[in-house]
């Protein structure tokens, strides 16, 4: 298992990083590359026009939700952003 694993890692360029970085410190510019990635999707997401925004003069007028749905919504995307948070910090045990 070992070697497939070491097998990945060096078709991926990390093994070249441990004479630079020791240990886990190696994998972290993998990690920071993803993290680039993740913002610019985030990035491109937020430039994409909405195209239910857009209304042209014959289209119908939406009903507005109901009170307190989009405050509901907004806590429960928290709450599930302090999920993922919470599972990503008890992912990462220094030392090891």
Do not use: Q
């Amino acid at each position: 298992m070992r070697s497939r694993a070491w097998t990945v890692v060096s078709l991926l360029g990390v093994s070249g990083l441990h004479t630079i970085l020791p240990g886990a410190l190696v994998y972290r510019p993998l990690f920071l590359l993803v993290a680039a990635g993740s913002l610019l999707c985030c990035a491109l997401t937020l430039r994409t026009p909405d195209s239910e925004a857009v209304r042209t003069h014959g289209s119908p007028v939406a009903e507005p939700a109901p009170d307190g749905v989009e405050r509901r919504e907004n806590r429960l995307v928290l709450r599930l952003m302090i999920a993922n948070m919470m599972n990503g910090a008890a992912s990462v045990r220094p030392g090891r």
